[in-house]
Structures are given as structure tokens and as C-alpha cells.
DNA sequence: TCCACTCAGTTTCATAATTAAACTCACTGC
DNA sequence: GCAGTGAGTTTAATTATGAAACTGAGTGGA
């Protein structure tokens, strides 16, 4: 039971890919943010078939992004979490939200506020060392042999 | 020649990912911001068979993040190119690239350097009105009827 | 003891998506 | 003419996905 690969192992884009880019999975990271953490829950919650469940979150426990951990041993059962490594996906999912509020616009959708002010997050990336904010004119990318271009 | 849907409108991820969640589509848009706007120069860039990077580049196009533009009237010959829809998908790109330079990493890896330091890039989400570090911690989600949740 | 129920899957089979390779079509340049 | 280019389609074989039924360890009640 493999899954494909898209194998270009210089672009940090690829290789992400490799862990979430199937069909459920950045679905199913979303959720344990909400606090899904149960085979079934996460079932209802998504209306993924069960098998294809399965072998999702079997790959994001094998990349580690989630972890499974028992809640109770008889019956024994286990719940999934996420680990630091799924929790660092969080910015993710958040420009992925931002991009989908701006330009896949419904009348009702979920918005993300500040928990301080409660107004809507207007999320900007920046360069913790500069604060400039990221965008293709202020980056170069710098490839494995030496160099650099936009 | 239907493309899958995740169908939750309210949810602003499932939207992206609706349009943007196929195999291939990111990295499309990846090669696009890297120049790349011919369906050759996409084909072998990324090894894609013909017939799924037509139909990737259709829905994209449909989607109105690339648009085509005839560069030759004779022969006819047309190039696609990122709209503004399809750069602001940017910071999403560069959120995975960060993810798996840390996540996983490799000895060879395109880095993104800031182009004014040339230093790599140390990307972080803030939110533009209040400065403050978007995270798990800071933000509450807003849902279609009224109140908040994390 | 028997029966119904829960959770976390696995199995089976049908349907849909992806791939590789060959083919098309409108040109150009020799 | 004839080979070559760019941008795709078509076809047939391979994979992935989906729906529904089934499994297995255990609980709780009659």
C-alpha cells in the first residue's frame, strides 16, 4: 500500500506535500485543531469513508504529525493528538483560511478574530528578524547549489 | 468530467482546498511563481502527465488564479499566467515551504532568503491590526451563527 | 448466559481518478 | 513536401477512493 510521491526532494513544497497533500489530510489536521479526536468523530465530521480514514491517519502518525494515545485500557481505546510537528502546521491552515475568505467568499463562513479585540484576523507573514512582510518581490530563493533567484 | 468536492461551505479551508486540492494544483502554482508559464515547461518540470496537467490547468484558469494569454497569434500560442487571485495564494506557499524546511528537512534544500539581507527567511503570521502572533492561542473562530469557540 | 451496543477499525467490491504512450492539429522553416 | 514545435486529446491499463458490510475486544443490562 504505497502513496505517491512527488519525489523532488530539493523543494521544501514538495516534500510537505508528500505528508498532507492527499486528499482528506489538511481536512483532517483541521479538525484536530478544533479538538476532533476520536476514529469516529473525525468520520462524522469529515463523511470520509472509513478505510481511506484510516490510512490518513495512519500516514500523519507515521510522519508524526499525530500521535495516538490511549484514553481508557478497558476497552482499550486510543484517541489522536497532535504533535509539535502538527501544531506547526497551524500557519498553514491559516493562510489557506485567509485565502479562502478573501477570494472563495460564501455568505456564511467561519472567520477567524483576534482573541483580543474579536475583530476579524487580517493575517499578514513577515520575517521575524526584518518584520518585512513576505511577498515574491522581497524573497530569493537560494538552491542547493549556491546561487540565487527570485 | 467532474472534479471532487469537500462541499462545506462554511468552512473556508474546505473552499480552498476545493480549488487548490487536487494532486498537482499546488505545485502548478508553485512553478508558476517561479516563471514558469508554458504547458511544456509545466509538463517537464514536474513530470505530470498530459492529459492531468491540462485538465489541473483548466480548473486553475476556471478558478481564475491563472489566466491564459496568446504570446504568438501565428502559430497560435497562449502562456498561462498567475492572476491576482492566484499571487495572493502566495503566503500559503510559502507557510508549506517553511513547514518542510522545518518538518522535513533535507541536506539539500531551496531556502527562502530575505532579498535585502540575504539572510533565510524566519516566516511568522501576525495579524495586521494588532501586531500579535497568529496561534492556536490567539485566535477564536467566529462561526456563520454568531458566538466563538477556539 | 444471551443480547444489544460502542469504538476502531478491516474487507470486499464497484466506481472514479491517474498514468504512460501514442495520436491530433495548426502552424513554421527548410 | 517533410520534419519539427506547442498545446493539447484519446486510449487502455493501473491506482485510488467510496459505500457498505463485517470483525473483534469489551461493556452493561435482563
Given at each position: 500500500?504505497?502513496?505517491?510521491?512527488?519525489?523532488?526532494?530539493?523543494?521544501?513544497?514538495?516534500?510537505?506535500?508528500?505528508?498532507?497533500?492527499?486528499w482528506?489530510?489538511?481536512?483532517?489536521?483541521?479538525?484536530?485543531?478544533?479538538?476532533?479526536?476520536?476514529?469516529?468523530?473525525?468520520?462524522?465530521?469529515?463523511?470520509?469513508?472509513?478505510?481511506?480514514l484510516?490510512?490518513?491517519?495512519?500516514?500523519?502518525?507515521?510522519?508524526?504529525?499525530?500521535?495516538?494515545?490511549?484514553?481508557?485500557?478497558?476497552?482499550?481505546r486510543?484517541?489522536?493528538?497532535?504533535?509539535?510537528?502538527?501544531?506547526d502546521?497551524?500557519?498553514?491552515?491559516?493562510?489557506?483560511?485567509?485565502?479562502?475568505?478573501?477570494?472563495?467568499r460564501?455568505?456564511?463562513?467561519a472567520?477567524?478574530?483576534?482573541?483580543?479585540?474579536?475583530?476579524?484576523?487580517?493575517?499578514v507573514?513577515?520575517?521575524?528578524?526584518?518584520?518585512q512582510?513576505?511577498?515574491?518581490?522581497?524573497?530569493?530563493?537560494?538552491?542547493?547549489?549556491?546561487?540565487?533567484?527570485?
Open positions: 500500500m504505497q502513496h505517491r510521491s512527488f519525489a523532488d526532494a530539493r523543494c521544501p513544497i514538495a516534500r510537505s506535500l508528500d505528508v498532507v497533500g492527499e482528506w489530510s489538511i481536512l483532517i489536521l483541521r479538525d484536530a485543531f478544533r479538538g476532533v479526536r476520536r476514529f469516529d468523530d473525525f468520520q462524522e465530521s469529515l463523511g470520509i469513508a472509513r478505510n481511506m484510516s490510512r490518513r491517519l495512519k500516514r500523519l502518525v507515521d510522519a508524526g504529525l499525530l500521535e495516538t494515545r490511549p484514553y481508557s485500557a478497558r476497552p482499550p486510543h484517541e489522536y493528538r497532535l504533535t509539535d510537528k502538527g501544531r502546521f497551524y500557519p498553514v491552515l491559516m493562510t489557506l483560511m485567509d485565502w479562502g475568505n478573501r477570494w472563495a460564501r455568505r456564511h463562513s472567520v477567524p478574530l483576534s482573541r483580543l479585540t474579536r475583530e476579524p484576523l487580517d493575517p507573514l513577515i520575517d521575524r528578524a526584518t518584520g512582510p513576505i511577498t515574491p518581490a522581497t524573497v530569493v530563493m537560494r538552491y542547493p547549489g549556491s546561487g540565487a533567484a527570485s
